[in-house]
């Protein structure tokens, strides 16, 4: 909760959460399970403690929400239900979300929608470019990341929006995220400044 208000604070339109990978999910069913119960928590918390209207936020979870249990599926729907007219900000949930699934899932798509026009394999092969597979991506409304945030002192992305994180800026935190300060956000966000941007130029 702190984060997300200190990002309000900073008007801060789009965020994004990665609570748990699709990898996550194979672990012990113990453990996913409290993960999930957390989740389903937060999610009432947030609506019923008013936390979401507070900050204008609407909630968006992306992901394999089909491999989830009915619990938690109702709890981010719920929530994505619930503040699905906030403005202020946009909070995308990754919950049994992973890059390269994102990946697939997002050709799939733009296979399925030509298939279903009827195109020819040159056509098919010809339309497929970086803006086409864009338009199939979870988080296909949103603009790439500006900055990811990785904590714990791991340095590596571990599958985390790998297509839009192409030109993004990174800021790697030895604090673990529950330890998370407001002063480590505010050294992520003033590196981030000093940075100049190239974009693959």
């Given at each position: 909760?702190?984060?997300?208000?200190?990002?309000?604070?900073?008007?801060?339109?789009?965020?994004?959460?990665?609570?748990?990978?699709?990898?996550?999910?194979?672990?012990?069913?113990?453990?996913?399970?409290?993960?999930l119960q957390v989740i389903e928590t937060k999610m009432a918390e947030?609506?019923?403690?008013?936390?979401?209207?507070?900050?204008?936020m609407r909630v968006r979870p992306i992901g394999r929400l089909d491999?989830?249990?009915?619990?938690?599926?109702?709890?981010?729907?719920?929530?994505?239900?619930?503040?699905?007219?906030?403005?202020?900000?946009?909070?995308?949930?990754?919950?049994?979300?992973?890059?390269?699934?994102?990946?697939?899932?997002?050709?799939?798509?733009?296979?399925?929608?030509?298939?279903?026009?009827?195109?020819?394999?040159?056509?098919?092969?010809?339309?497929?470019?970086?803006?086409?597979?864009?338009?199939?991506?979870?988080?296909?409304?949103?603009?790439?990341?500006?900055?990811?945030?990785?904590?714990?002192?791991?340095?590596?992305?571990?599958?985390?929006?790998?297509?839009?994180?192409?030109?993004s800026e990174f800021y790697f935190c030895d604090v673990h995220w529950?330890?998370?300060?407001?002063?480590?956000?505010?050294?992520?966000?003033?590196?981030?400044?000093?940075?100049?941007?190239?974009?693959?130029?």
């Amino acid at each position: 909760e702190e984060v997300l208000a200190w990002c309000a604070e900073l008007g801060i339109p789009t965020v994004t959460l990665w609570w748990l990978s699709t990898e996550n999910l194979t672990r012990e069913p113990g453990e996913v399970a409290d993960v999930l119960q957390v989740i389903e928590t937060k999610m009432a918390e947030w609506i019923e403690g008013g936390l979401a209207e507070r900050l204008g936020m609407r909630v968006r979870p992306i992901g394999r929400l089909d491999l989830l249990p009915a619990g938690a599926l109702k709890a981010l729907r719920g929530a994505e239900s619930a503040t699905r007219r906030h403005e202020r900000m946009l909070l995308n949930v990754g919950v049994g979300y992973g890059g390269r699934q994102e990946i697939v899932d997002a050709v799939k798509g733009y296979l399925r929608e030509c298939f279903t026009r009827g195109e020819r394999s040159d056509e098919i092969l010809g339309a497929l470019t970086p803006d086409a597979v864009d338009k199939y991506l979870y988080t296909y409304d949103c603009p790439d990341p500006d900055l990811i945030i990785r904590t714990s002192g791991e340095v590596r992305l571990s599958g985390f929006m790998l297509w839009q994180s192409a030109y993004s800026e990174f800021y790697f935190c030895d604090v673990h995220w529950p330890a998370f300060r407001k002063i480590d956000f505010l050294r992520a966000i003033r590196s981030y400044q000093h940075r100049q941007r190239r974009f693959g130029r």
